[in-house]
């Protein structure tokens, strides 16, 4: 299947599986319920950079952030409420590092899809999602003198977590194909 991701939109949508009259709802659905399934399965390692990603490239920045953001709710909510995360200072205000960490990542992987509007949607994809990964560790590394945590930042945890991040890129840009696939051939058959 070769993906159908056009490599310049005037709009710098770069991902359009539905109608953009129903991307934004589209896109939020996709990732809390990525996230959702990241959240029971990985618990504190949801791959905020991949859902970053997917969001600058369906949305424009303003709707973007507001999607990401409910990912991050979605997260938090599965953390606190079903995981059972402790309540005390420094896990609510790691929590609200990794918010703010995906929104930073939204904002970078948005830069790179525009800087690299032209370009083959593979690289622009790559490049969005290594900007939106660094930024992403940065700001949670930058946390660690406040809130400890740096014995996690070292090369193999590092790395893990960025495959981790591409691997639910390239499963999430699949089922965006997927849907946009299917999704004329079911608006056909109720115009009939």
Same mark, same amino acid.
Do not use: K
């Given at each position: 299947?070769?993906?159908?991701?056009?490599?310049?939109?005037?709009?710098?949508?770069?991902?359009?599986?539905?109608?953009?009259?129903?991307?934004?709802?589209?896109?939020?659905?996709?990732?809390? *319920?990525?996230?959702?399934?990241?959240?029971?399965?990985?618990?504190?390692?949801?791959?905020?950079?991949?859902?970053?990603?997917?969001?600058?490239?369906?949305?424009?920045?303003?709707?973007?952030?507001?999607?990401?953001?409910?990912?991050?709710?979605?997260?938090?909510?599965?953390?606190?409420?079903?995981?059972?995360?402790?309540?005390?200072? *420094?896990?609510?205000?790691?929590?609200?590092?990794?918010?703010?960490?995906?929104?930073?990542?939204?904002?970078?992987?948005?830069?790179?899809?525009?800087?690299?509007? *032209?370009?083959?949607?593979?690289?622009?994809?790559?490049?969005?999602?290594?900007?939106?990964?660094?930024?992403?560790?940065?700001?949670?590394?930058?946390?660690?003198?406040?809130?400890?945590?740096?014995?996690?930042?070292?090369?193999?945890?590092?790395?893990?977590?960025?495959?981790?991040?591409?691997?639910?890129?390239?499963?999430?840009?699949?089922?965006?194909?997927?849907?946009?696939?299917? *999704?004329?051939?079911?608006?056909?058959?109720?115009?009939?």
């Amino acid at each position: 299947m070769a993906l159908d991701i056009p490599a310049h939109s005037p709009s710098g949508v770069r991902l359009a599986p539905v109608s953009q009259g129903h991307a934004a709802a589209f896109c939020f659905a996709l990732l809390t *319920t990525a996230c959702a399934l990241a959240s029971f399965v990985f618990a504190c390692a949801t791959p905020f950079a991949a859902f970053a990603v997917i969001a600058a490239a369906m949305l424009p920045l303003r709707a973007a952030l507001p999607a990401v953001l409910g990912a991050w709710l979605v997260n938090q909510g599965i953390g606190f409420g079903a995981l059972h995360y402790p309540v005390d200072a *420094t896990t609510l205000a790691w929590g609200a590092v990794i918010g703010a960490a995906a929104l930073v990542a939204t904002v970078a992987a948005r830069g790179v899809l525009r800087a690299l509007r *032209t370009s083959p949607a593979s690289l622009a994809f790559a490049a969005a999602l290594l900007a939106a990964y660094a930024a992403y560790e940065l700001v949670l590394l930058a946390a660690t003198p406040a809130l400890g945590g740096a014995a996690s930042f070292t090369l193999p945890i590092v790395a893990r977590l960025g495959l981790t991040s591409a691997a639910w890129l390239v499963g999430l840009v699949a089922a965006c194909e997927i849907v946009r696939m299917v *999704t004329p051939r079911v608006s056909r058959r109720a115009v009939s």
